[in-house]
């Protein structure tokens, strides 16, 4: 355990809420561990298996793996065992870890908002094609995810990272997990402040340091210079984001306490003006927060948006500026939420006068050879790299308006348009039961099938919806694909069908949204869709919008005046 930032001489003059009974706080004396996860990392600092894996495991192979470090220190290193093919959703709450685990392993490299030049893309791709059984996902954390990895290739795969200056320290574990950073960070025209230079000094920081290698249970931040909030501020732990202090410029205001999973909470905003070079600061007090005072006896109470909830905004900031800042942040009121949150795609001009481009891989799918044939593309039209998004996009920046049409044509030809379809554009999904011991029903193919129907059903959305609207498809209750927070949030689980056999299917969310209407998604009681049915659902539902709807009415602000049984798609209506 660190030495705490807790310092009992400020104590007086902070009163700190205590809850009625021990929640394994640190700072208020329950040190001990409470369950096995914080016994595991009592035990030994989850950093250090790292040299395990790079001199023992690596070399001996699977089978003589310590089981506290397969299952538990591996994620401080991106590394989680897959799921056994061939175990349906139905045995994910009733096998043992161990009988799900597979002998092989997700990978999770960070990107952490950094801009990947065409050498970096290249080896991302190559690592796929290499050593993942061609496979690689864009996350909605800006991660590149690889599975089928053996332990015998990690030590390669580190080393080829490490040449492009790329890495998965922490992409895992109770730890600052990756970061997001807005995907036009210093290049657009319209952009407040570019916050580059704060993630990287957290990154240096204080990834890998072990003062911030314990935390209750994950820590994620988003940090966006970008008027858009581009970065789904509202779901995080910490968030920077971009506002204009009338005398000092542009900095950012904290937002703290965000999650969503089985007990959504949007983040809470603290209503203060913060320069640049004091974000990793105060990053580093919230974190210190979160690490000295988070709820750690229960794992489903152990994140920040639990603490902040008990304290409150304002007590969380006393805290915060006594405690761990030492002096008193200067208050502005935080700035206003866009509609919605911009995901980049398509064709944007930058400030220097050349060209970000968006494309929209299905659902976050992509593959080893597809990121090598991305990267014979950045060298050939000369493009200066590609961020990823928080919505499983990819970002190219710095193309040259010379040969922005030929690059189009090209990008289109492998499967990477920036014209998509709405569907294609909006359509989220997480891994699913493909690869993860979470998930009860399969997302990646369902969701790509989907987005083909779609397409041939609503071939004119984009005009009749410029806004769009949103399919977030999640394969258990986690919300890894922010269900709560989409148009159509769909969570799976096993339904009923008419025929009385259980398969998969999905609990659905209507009308979630970040930004100016941020809610989540309006349930209807016991009202659940199988996976065979949801072509028909979404279409009757979005077929209902579309005839009922007022003229400029978005589908979220539908959602919340339409009858149930328009929702449920028990009635459909014909459009004018």
Not at 409 to 416: F, H, K, N, Q, T
């Given at each position: 355990?660190?030495?705490?930032?807790?310092?009992?001489?400020?104590?007086?003059?902070?009163?700190?809420?205590?809850?009625?009974?021990?929640?394994?706080?640190?700072?208020?004396?329950?040190?001990?561990?409470?369950?096995?996860?914080?016994?595991?990392?009592?035990?030994?600092?989850?950093?250090?298996?790292?040299?395990?894996?790079?001199?023992?495991?690596?070399?001996?192979?699977?089978?003589?793996?310590?089981?506290?470090?397969?299952?538990?220190?591996?994620?401080?290193?991106?590394?989680?065992?897959?799921?056994?093919?061939?175990?349906?959703?139905?045995?994910?709450?009733?096998?043992e870890e161990e009988e799900l685990d597979d002998?092989?392993?997700?990978?999770?490299?960070?990107?952490?908002?950094?801009?990947?030049?065409?050498?970096?893309?290249?080896?991302?791709?190559?690592?796929?094609?290499?050593?993942?059984?061609?496979?690689?996902?864009?996350?909605?954390?800006?991660?590149?995810?690889?599975?089928?990895?053996?332990?015998?290739?990690?030590?390669?795969?580190?080393?080829?990272?490490?040449?492009?200056?790329?890495?998965?320290?922490?992409?895992?574990?109770?730890?600052?997990?990756?970061?997001?950073?807005?995907?036009?960070?210093?290049?657009?025209?319209?952009?407040?402040?570019?916050?580059?230079?704060?993630?990287?000094?957290?990154?240096?920081?204080?990834?890998?340091?072990?003062?911030?290698?314990?935390?209750?249970?994950?820590?994620?931040?988003?940090?966006?210079?970008?008027?858009?909030?581009?970065?789904?501020?509202?779901?995080?732990?910490?968030?920077?984001?971009a506002t204009v202090h009338p005398e000092h410029?542009?900095?950012?205001?904290?937002?703290?306490?965000?999650?969503?999973?089985?007990?959504?909470?949007?983040?809470?905003?603290?209503?203060?003006?913060?320069?640049?070079?004091?974000?990793?600061?105060?990053?580093?007090?919230?974190?210190?927060?979160?690490?000295?005072?988070?709820?750690?006896?229960?794992?489903?109470?152990?994140?920040?948006?639990?603490?902040?909830?008990?304290?409150?905004?304002?007590?969380?900031?006393?805290?915060?500026?006594?405690?761990?800042?030492?002096?008193?942040?200067?208050?502005?009121?935080?700035?206003?939420?866009?509609?919605?949150?911009?995901?980049?795609?398509?064709?944007?001009?930058?400030?220097?006068?050349?060209?970000?481009?968006?494309?929209?891989?299905?659902?976050?799918?992509?593959?080893?050879?597809?990121?090598?044939?991305?990267?014979?593309?950045?060298?050939?039209?000369?493009?200066?790299?590609?961020?990823?998004?928080?919505?499983?996009?990819?970002?190219?920046?710095?193309?040259?308006?010379?040969?922005?049409?030929?690059?189009?044509?090209?990008?289109?030809?492998?499967?990477?348009?920036?014209?998509?379809?709405?569907?294609?554009?909006?359509?989220?999904?997480?891994?699913?039961?493909?690869?993860?011991?979470?998930?009860?029903?399969?997302?990646?193919?369902?969701?790509?099938?989907?987005?083909?129907?779609?397409?041939?059903?609503?071939?004119?959305?984009?005009?009749?919806?410029?806004?769009?609207?949103?399919?977030?498809?999640?394969?258990?209750?986690?919300?890894?694909?922010?269900?709560?927070?989409?148009?159509?949030?769909?969570?799976?689980?096993?339904?009923?069908?008419?025929?009385?056999?259980?398969?998969?299917?999905?609990?659905?969310?209507?009308?979630?949204?970040?930004?100016?209407?941020?809610?989540?998604?309006?349930?209807?009681?016991?009202?659940?869709?199988?996976?065979?049915?949801?072509?028909?659902?979404?279409?009757?539902?979005?077929?209902?919008?579309?005839?009922?709807?007022?003229?400029?009415?978005?589908?979220?602000?539908?959602?919340?005046?339409?009858d149930e049984e328009l929702l449920r798609g028990?009635?459909?209506?014909?459009?004018?």
């Amino acid at each position: 355990m660190p030495d705490l930032r807790f310092k009992p001489e400020r104590a007086k003059h902070t009163e700190i809420p205590r809850p009625k009974r021990a929640e394994g706080q640190w700072a208020l004396g329950y040190t001990e561990p409470l369950n096995k996860n914080e016994q595991s990392k009592k035990d030994d600092d989850p950093l250090n298996v790292r040299d395990r894996i790079l001199y023992t495991y690596s070399k001996r192979g699977f089978d003589s793996i310590d089981p506290a470090d397969l299952r538990g220190r591996f994620r401080w290193m991106g590394l989680y065992t897959q799921r056994k093919p061939g175990i349906d959703g139905g045995k994910t709450g009733s096998l043992e870890e161990e009988e799900l685990d597979d002998r092989y392993f997700m990978l999770r490299v960070r990107s952490d908002g950094k801009l990947l030049s065409p050498a970096a893309v290249r080896t991302l791709g190559q690592i796929g094609v290499d050593f993942a059984r061609d496979t690689a996902d864009v996350t909605d954390r800006q991660n590149i995810q690889y599975h089928w990895i053996e332990i015998e290739s990690v030590p390669e795969i580190w080393e080829r990272l490490d040449a492009v200056g790329l890495h998965s320290l922490e992409a895992c574990g109770d730890s600052p997990r990756p970061f997001l950073g807005s995907p036009v960070a210093g290049v657009a025209k319209d952009e407040i402040i570019d916050g580059t230079p704060a993630l990287e000094e957290i990154e240096r920081r204080y990834i890998g340091n072990k003062d911030f290698s314990n935390f209750p249970r994950k820590f994620k931040t988003a940090v966006t210079g970008h008027p858009s909030q581009d970065v789904s501020p509202e779901t995080n732990d910490v968030s920077f984001v971009a506002t204009v202090h009338p005398e000092h410029g542009p900095g950012f205001d904290v937002w703290v306490g965000g999650g969503l999973s089985t007990n959504p909470m949007l983040a809470q905003k603290l209503g203060v003006w913060i320069p640049l070079d004091e974000v990793p600061d105060v990053w580093s007090g919230v974190a210190g927060i979160f690490r000295d005072y988070g709820y750690r006896r229960l794992r489903s109470r152990a994140r920040l948006k639990f603490l902040v909830a008990d304290w409150g905004v304002a007590k969380f900031r006393e805290v915060l500026e006594n405690e761990y800042l030492g002096k008193k942040l200067v208050s502005l009121a935080s700035p206003e939420s866009p509609v919605g949150h911009r995901d980049h795609v398509g064709v944007h001009e930058q400030k220097d006068g050349r060209f970000y481009v968006g494309v929209a891989p299905t659902a976050g799918r992509v593959s080893g050879s597809l990121l090598v044939q991305l990267a014979d593309l950045l060298d050939e039209y000369g493009v200066t790299g590609a961020r990823l998004t928080p919505y499983q996009k990819i970002v190219l920046i710095g193309v040259d308006g010379a040969v922005l049409d030929a690059l189009l044509d090209r990008l289109d030809a492998i499967g990477l348009s920036a014209r998509p379809s709405n569907w294609r554009r909006n359509t989220m999904a997480c891994t699913g039961i493909e690869f993860c011991k979470l998930a009860i029903v399969d997302t990646k193919k369902r969701a790509s099938d989907l987005v083909d129907e779609l397409e041939r059903r609503f071939p004119d959305l984009d005009q009749q919806v410029p806004s769009g609207i949103t399919v977030n498809v999640n394969g258990c209750p986690n919300a890894c694909a922010r269900t709560q927070v989409a148009d159509f949030g769909l969570k799976g689980q096993l339904v009923v069908d008419e025929s009385g056999q259980q398969v998969e299917g999905f609990q659905v969310h209507l009308g979630g949204a970040i930004g100016l209407r941020a809610n989540f998604g309006r349930k209807l009681r016991a009202h659940k869709v199988t996976s065979a049915g949801l072509d028909d659902y979404i279409s009757t539902v979005v077929g209902n919008y579309l005839a009922d709807r007022t003229e400029g009415e978005a589908f979220d602000a539908w959602v919340h005046r339409a009858d149930e049984e328009l929702l449920r798609g028990e009635k459909a209506l014909e459009s004018v």
